[in-house]
C-alpha cells in the first residue's frame, strides 16, 4: 500500500510545499466536496477539502494580468482568481495596516472629487498629480471620475526650476530646459499621456497639477514650467493644487460618520503623517527623475512588473475595495478664513476652495510675477535690437517693477498687514496691461 503525502503549504509563497512521509496505513480518498470562497476577505472552506481542487488554487497567480492594476483588468478576473487575491492578501499584508492605507486613500480620493466636482463640474476636469507621492492617492481617484481623468506624471526635484521674481533666473531655467533638459523629449512624453498644448487648449476641460508639498517648490517648479511659453503658456485652465491645504479646507462634520466608524484613525494627521514618511511613494507607477530627458526610462507597466508581491497586492487592495462597492461620497469645504472673512475681505480676491486668504495671495502675485517675468525675457532676448537709452529705459522699469515684487512678496508685510495684500489687487491690472503697453511704446520707439 503506498504511503500517503500530506502537503504543507506555504501561503505566502503561493504553492511550494514540503513532503512529510507518514506511518503506513489505510488510505482514505476525500470526498469531491468543497464549499465556494464567500466575497468577503475570509475563505472558509467546509467539510472535506479536494487536494486537486486546492493545488489548482493555491497555484492560480492572477497577479500575472495586471499591467496597470485598472478596472478593465480588474473586470476580466474570475470570481476564483478575485478570491485567490482576496486570501493572499489576508495571509500576507498586516491587517491593521492595509485596513488604514485602503480608508484613508478612499477618504482623500473623495475629498479631490468633491472640491473639484463642486468648483469644476463632473466630469470636467483632468487632474495631473506630479511625482510618487501622491502617485496612489490619483489612481484610486482615477477609479472614482474616471482614470482617463487623471495622469501621474514624474516631475522630481522639479521645484530647481522655480525662479521667484528674478528675471535673469528666469532666462537660465529658459535656457535649461531647451538645452540640458532636452525639453523635446518631455514634450513627447506629454502628447503620449493626451497632455499636448493642443489637448489642453481643444479638451475644453481644466487641468489641475496637484502636489504634496512640504516646502512647496516642486508644485511652484511644475506650475512655472507648465505655464511657460514652451509648454502651456497663458492657458487660463490651468491650476496648481497643494493637497495639503484642499484637504485642511474640508469641513470635519461633512465626513463625522467616516470619523465615527473608524474612531481609530485619526484621519488628517495620519494621512498627512504617512505623506511626509514617503509611506505611500512604494506604490507609484512612476519612477523617480531628475532630468526632464528621463521620462521614457520606465513605463508603470515596467515598474508594475518589478515591483515586489506586497506592493501588487497593496495596489490589488485598493482597486478590490473601491470595485466591490460605491465608495463615493460627497464632502463639503468649510468656510474659508471663518475667523476674519466678514471684517477683512479682499474686494478683487476670488479664494479658490483649495487655498486660504494667503495662499490665495501667494498664487496669484506668483502668476503675475510669472507673466510678467516673461515679457522682460521676450524683450531681454532682443535687447541687441534697441539703442542705448531705450534699453536704459527698459531695465530701470524691469529694476522698479522687481523692487516692488521684493515688497509684495514680504511675509511679514502682508501678513501682518491685510491691506497691503489689497494694494495687490489693485495694482494687477496695470502690472498685467500697462507694463506690457509699455515696453510696446518703447520698442516702437527705437530707430
Known sequence: MKTPIIYNYNFYNQYTYNQTQLPKQKYVKQPETIKTVSNNNNINFT????????????????????????????SKLSTQEINRLRYECRNTLPTNEARTINILHDFAANCLKSVFDKRFGENNYIVITIGRSLSSIGK????????????????????????????????????????????????????????????????????????????????????????????????KNIYAVDFIQLIKNIDPISYKEITDQNKDINFIDTLLQDL?????????????????????????????????????????????????????????????????????????????????MYSQYESDLRNTIIDIIKIFTKFDNNKNTYDAKITSKINKLKKDVNTLFNYLTDKYHYQQNIAEMTEFYYLKPFLENNIQETLNTLSSLNF
Not at 50 to 74: C, G, Q, V, W
Open 47 to 74: 467539510g472535506a477539502i479536494n487536494h486537486d481542487f486546492l493545488i489548482r488554487f493555491l497555484r492560480l497567480n492572477p497577479l500575472k494580468h495586471f499591467t496597470n492594476f485598472s478596472a478593465e483588468e480588474y
Open 140 to 235: 484610486v481617484l482615477g477609479y472614482k471620475i474616471g482614470e482617463n481623468n487623471v495622469k501621474n506624471i514624474p516631475l522630481s526635484s522639479i521645484g530647481r526650476f522655480y525662479t521667484g521674481i528674478n528675471s535673469e533666473k528666469y532666462n537660465d531655467f529658459v535656457d535649461t530646459i531647451t538645452t540640458r533638459e532636452s525639453l523635446t523629449t518631455f514634450l513627447k512624453y506629454l502628447e503620449s499621456k493626451n497632455l499636448s498644448k493642443e489637448n489642453i487648449q481643444n479638451s475644453g476641460k481644466n487641468y489641475i497639477i496637484m502636489d504634496f508639498c512640504s516646502t512647496g517648490k516642486s508644485l511652484k517648479g511644475a506650475e512655472q514650467l507648465f505655464k511657460s511659453d514652451y509648454i502651456y503658456g497663458n492657458n
Open 276 to 356: 511626509f514618511c514617503s509611506k505611500y511613494k512604494k506604490l507609484a507607477t512612476v519612477h523617480h527623475i531628475c532630468r526632464l530627458k528621463d521620462v521614457y526610462d520606465k513605463t508603470p507597466e515596467e515598474i508594475i512588473k518589478n515591483a515586489d508581491k506586497e506592493t501588487k497586492l497593496l495596489l490589488f487592495k485598493l482597486l478590490d475595495y473601491q470595485m466591490t462597492k460605491n465608495k463615493n461620497k460627497n464632502f463639503d469645504i468649510k468656510f474659508i478664513d471663518e475667523n476674519f472673512a466678514d471684517t477683512f475681505k479682499i474686494p478683487e480676491q476670488k479664494i479658490e476652495p483649495w487655498h486660504d
